[in-house]
């Protein structure tokens, strides 16, 4: 899967070369793109957006600088500066696919799931990404079209097979049509692939080897090379890389931003659910994972941790039928059966 600096850079090149060469007194502006484009290969984002911005001052004029400036903002969450950047680029560069694309997105995270199906819909035949597939059937799906969804992301799966988000959506979409086969097929998928990831990918590696070794603040610096407030999935894949380390303070962050973008992620509501409960916070970890646990009833560790929260809560009426439903899942629960004896001898209290 290509990574998204990745289709940045491939964005920056395809720009420059339909721009010509800048005058000697212009010269400044390209050594700030310059320097933008490598910190946005390192993903330092705040550091990128400020050469961009320099860029910009010395040279308004150049749609470049307003492009890159304006994939740095999105990067960090500023969307609505960034969709006036894309704009001021395309009226000082005439149209580009790759501006659609990235607008397209901004519709779809604004949740205007027309526009974005227009947009992504009109460059899906020579894509400027690879995975502008995945975006127009998470558009098609967001807006209620299963068909159209599952379509778009059938060719997203074949073109990047790679692309766990692109499996795990299609799942939910295929469960979600009642084709529960192709789902787990490709629950499967997803869970082997997103393994493949977290053991993989250098940013991962190095959050994981971070918050073993160093301190808090600095482990937090490298880790938030992950950060992308627009990608549930990264989100959430940080959000579990802190509560497997035991950050469960800094876990939660990712994995509430998580749930605002993806409200139907099951992922993102059992790990935000699971981070609250060992935290002791057990009244918030109720809401989440009772979420969790009606998008995927028979998921055994959202049932028995929703029990075990409702238990802690004093809430034994609503625990027990939780409880039980666990050890259906689970026969072989030692701990659950013996929580369940002593809820029912209370109940059988006069």
Request: proline share 4%; hydrophobic share 35%; with cysteine.
């Given at each position: 899967m290509r990574t998204p600096v990745v289709r940045i850079l491939a964005a920056f090149l395809a720009i420059a070369a339909a721009v010509p060469l800048l005058p000697a007194q212009n010269r400044g502006a390209d050594a700030h793109l310059s320097r933008g484009a490598q910190l946005l290969h390192d993903q330092l984002y705040d550091a990128a957006a400020s050469e961009f911005k320099q860029a910009i001052a010395a040279q308004p004029s150049d749609p470049r600088a307003h492009f890159e400036y304006a994939v740095c903002l999105l990067s960090l969450g500023r969307n609505e500066e960034a969709r006036l950047e894309f704009e001021q680029s395309r009226k000082l560069g005439g149209e580009s696919s790759y501006i659609t694309y990235y607008v397209g997105r901004l519709d779809l995270l604004s949740n205007d799931y027309a526009a974005a199906i227009r947009r992504l819909a009109s460059v899906a035949e020579n894509a400027p990404f690879s995975d502008t597939d995945?975006?127009?059937?998470?558009?098609?799906?967001?807006?209620?079209?299963?068909?159209?969804?599952?379509?778009?992301?059938e060719r997203a799966v074949k073109l990047s097979p790679n692309d766990y988000r692109a499996h795990y959506r299609l799942a939910r979409a295929y469960?979600?049509?009642?084709?529960?086969?192709?789902?787990?097929?490709?629950?499967g998928l997803y869970n082997q692939l997103l393994s493949e990831h977290k053991n993989t990918?250098?940013?991962?590696?190095?959050?994981?080897?971070?918050?073993?070794?160093?301190?808090?603040?600095?482990?937090?610096?490298?880790?938030?090379?992950?950060?992308?407030?627009?990608?549930?999935?990264?989100?959430?894949?940080?959000?579990?890389?802190?509560?497997?380390?035991?950050?469960?303070?800094?876990a939660l962050n990712p994995l509430m931003r998580a749930v605002e973008l993806d409200?139907?992620?099951?992922?993102?509501?059992?790990?935000?659910?699971?981070?609250?409960?060992?935290?002791?916070?057990?009244?918030?970890?109720?809401?989440?994972?009772?979420?969790?646990?009606?998008?995927?009833?028979?998921?055994?560790?959202?049932v028995v941790m929703?029990?075990?929260?409702?238990?802690?809560?004093?809430?034994?009426?609503?625990?027990?039928?939780?409880?039980?439903?666990?050890l259906r899942l689970n026969p072989d629960d030692a701990q659950t059966r013996a929580v369940l004896e002593k809820l029912r001898a209370q109940k059988a209290k006069p």
């Open positions: 995945f975006y127009l059937g998470v558009a098609y799906l967001s807006s209620g079209d299963a068909a159209n969804g599952i379509k778009w992301l469960s979600t049509s009642g084709r529960q086969q192709d789902a787990a097929r490709e629950y990918e250098t940013e991962v590696r190095a959050c994981t080897e971070a918050l073993r070794t160093q301190p808090s603040n600095a482990a937090h610096d490298v880790c938030q090379r992950i950060f992308d407030p627009n990608d549930p999935e990264k989100l959430t894949l940080l959000g579990q890389l802190y509560g497997d380390a035991g950050a469960f303070e800094q409200a139907d992620s099951y992922e993102a509501w059992h790990n935000l659910g699971l981070t609250y409960f060992r935290l002791n916070r057990y009244k918030e970890a109720r809401m989440p994972l009772e979420k969790a646990v009606a998008l995927r009833p028979e998921s055994y560790g959202s929703l029990g075990a929260t409702l238990y802690m809560l004093g809430d034994d009426n609503a625990a027990l039928p939780v409880l039980e439903h666990a």
